[in-house]
């Protein structure tokens, strides 16, 4: 079997180690693949032990690049799989990437929902419905995106961003129609997520009842 004869770290890139065997190069790979396979010069390699280190460096690829994507913004677990398995890396090693990533507390559903949830209530200044909608579509489970929804906006004065919202809105349609300035101001917002039992009596205070 070949031997490692030298590891030496990459001129361009220190986090990379090139892998010589019986004095020629083989390949290059991560530190931290060079770890996790405890090379070391001296070290006799099989070709199956070769194939497991190659695939082992994929496998940090993948986490790095997961890595990356989180390091950027917060990502729920099913969309950073998609996003994963768009770069065209084995479902079985995506999956095991995640669960070390869950396991590390860097992908975590509970806490991106509650998050996104807040900035959705605090910063957006979206009702209860657009903020489920958006958490269901960056792959949030729907139990988990619930209960972060429930627990935000229980804790939220959604009446009070409403009202907010459509007095900005309110002086531009003053010159309408009451019934189509009711009608724009209530689709709104709806788009904006606002459930009617918060639309109607913010509308009524706005722009009076008809």
């Known amino acids: 079997m070949p031997v490692i004869t030298r590891i030496i770290e990459q001129k361009r890139s220190p986090r990379r180690r090139s892998v010589y065997l019986d004095g020629r ?14 090379l070391r ?4 390699l099989s070709e199956a ?11 940090q690829e993948c986490f790095d690049a997961a890595v990356k994507m989180l390091q950027s913004r917060l990502h729920a677990r099913m969309e950073l799989r998609r996003k994963l398995m768009r770069r065209e890396y ?6 095991e990437v995640l669960a070390d990533l869950t396991r590390l507390g860097y992908v975590d559903d509970t806490r991106f929902a509650k998050t996104v949830t807040l900035a959705a209530a605090e910063h957006r200044q979206h009702g209860r419905q657009r903020a489920m ?21 229980e804790a939220t ?4 961003i409403a009202r907010r919202l459509a007095e900005k809105r309110a002086a531009s349609l003053k010159r309408l129609d009451p019934i189509v300035a009711r009608r724009r101001l209530a ?6 997520g606002f459930e ?3 639309v109607k009596p913010v509308i009524d205070e706005v722009l009076g009842d008809v």
């Not at 032990?49 to 496998?59: H, K, P, T, Y």
């Not at 084995?90 to 999956?95: C, G, I, K, L, Y």
């Not at 004065?157 to 009070?160: I, P």
């Not at 689709?187 to 904006?192: P, V």
Request: some cysteine; proline content about 0%.
């Open 133 to 153: 909608v958006e958490l269901l579509r960056r792959g949030v489970e729907k139990e988990t995106a619930r209960r972060a929804v429930q627990d935000v906006y």
């Open 49 to 59: 032990a070769v194939g497991s280190i190659l695939q082992g460096e994929v496998r």
């Open 157 to 160: 004065d959604s009446l009070a």
């Open 90 to 95: 084995a479902e079985s090693m995506v999956d």
């Open 196 to 198: 009617y039992d918060v």
């Open 187 to 192: 689709g709104m917002l709806a788009r904006r």
């Open 41 to 44: 010069e001296g070290m006799a």
């Open 25 to 38: 190069f083989a390949f290059g790979c991560n530190v931290n693949v060079i770890a996790r396979f405890r």
